[in-house]
């Protein structure tokens, strides 16, 4: 069974940091993108970074140049590193993988149970 499990979120000062962590383990023969999506209630859940298998990347517009996306393959963990928060950053992380559980099956998407961040003025 996949799970993505998430870590390193809090409460933070604004202007400070955070990096965020998401291991994913269980039966995963490759996965391509792996990245964070926020959600608010009552909305749909948005991206926030991805990054693909090969380093590409996306950001939302709201993060770019403050946060950064990176991932450790061999670990199957992607990382968020988040510099200067601000309040309205204030939210739950969802981590999310698309992945193959074996060599030619269908890919899915995985999600993790969140992660708060809390960013106070």
């Known amino acids: 069974q996949v799970q993505l499990v998430e870590s390193g979120g809090g409460l933070v000062q604004s202007g400070g940091s955070l990096r965020l962590s998401c291991a994913a383990s269980?039966?995963?023969?490759?996965?391509?993108?792996m990245g964070w999506y926020i959600q608010a209630p009552g909305k749909q859940r948005e991206l926030v970074a991805t990054v693909t298998s090969g380093g590409s990347t996306r950001y939302a517009d709201s993060v770019k140049g403050r946060f950064t996306i990176f991932r450790d393959n061999g670990k199957n963990t992607v990382y968020l590193q988040m510099n200067s928060l601000k309040p309205e950053d204030t939210a739950v992380y969802y981590c999310y993988a698309y992945l193959q559980i074996y060599r030619d099956s269908y890919w899915r998407g995985y999600w993790g149970q969140g992660t708060q961040v809390t960013v106070s003025s």
């Open positions: 269980g039966r995963i023969f490759s996965i391509n993108t």
